[in-house]
């Protein structure tokens, strides 16, 4: 199914296909989902009272591939197999996001395959919402994508790949400035990117 997503928080045109489950079937997977029960259980994912979901995370997978949480899914602490998509393609100057699983995508699917294409040592992203994190963060100059840069948007990934490269390194966090309490880390194994977010969990809280 080909759809231009213009409600809601997806902001790039959606390619999605419906599909089986892939999550169990690849590596790293469960270490993924401990971590995004983890980070749930913290408050650093999950949503908002009126059901909007916020946080999401990703595995990269082959052939440029990665596995990511599905959109509307921020509500559920455990997820399993069935929260998680495959996206196949991020096509950054069209805007356009190509997945396929039994969720769509998140609306965040663009800015986690900027990460992957500017570190292509990366193998897991996480991206989390924290009042106490982002404040921190910007106060103590983390690098940050500009204030007036949307999340979701081309120009959000450009300026993404921008601080990552920046960076260097198989590993960083970066403040969303323009994204109100968005944070963004990536690191090797799974645990790597979550042991970022947990020591800035811990230093701000």
């Known amino acids: 199914m080909n759809e231009s997503v213009t409600e809601g928080y ?3 045109t959606a390619d999605h296909t ?7 079937e690849v590596s790293g997977w469960k ?4 971590a995004r029960t983890r980070l749930y259980g913290l408050g650093l994912v ?8 916020f946080g ?4 990269r997978m082959n052939d440029g591939e990665f596995l990511i949480t599905g959109t509307a899914t921020g509500g559920r602490k455990a997820l399993g197999p069935d929260g998680y998509c495959t996206v196949n393609a991020v096509d950054i100057e069209k805007n356009r996001v ?11 699917s663009m800015s986690h395959g900027a990460i992957y294409l500017a570190c292509p040592s990366a193998r897991s992203v996480i991206h989390i919402h924290s009042r106490n994190i982002f404040d921190g963060m910007l106060r103590d100059h983390y690098p940050c994508t500009p204030a007036d840069v949307p999340y979701g948007t081309p120009e959000m990934a450009r300026a993404l790949i921008a601080c990552v490269k920046e960076q260097g390194g198989s590993r960083g966090m970066v403040v969303m400035a323009g994204h109100d309490e968005g944070v963004i880390a990536w690191g090797g194994p799974v645990q790597e990117a ?3 977010i947990l020591e800035v969990y811990h230093t701000y809280n």
């Open 18 to 24: 419906g599909a089986a489950a892939l999550a169990a």
């Open 31 to 34: 270490e993924l989902d401990k």
């Open 194 to 196: 979550l042991d970022l």
């Open 46 to 53: 999950g949503a908002l009272p009126n059901g909007v979901g």
């Open 10 to 12: 997806v902001k790039y």
């Open 56 to 59: 999401n995370v990703s595995i």
């Open 98 to 108: 190509t997945s396929s699983g039994p969720v769509k995508a998140s609306a965040e």
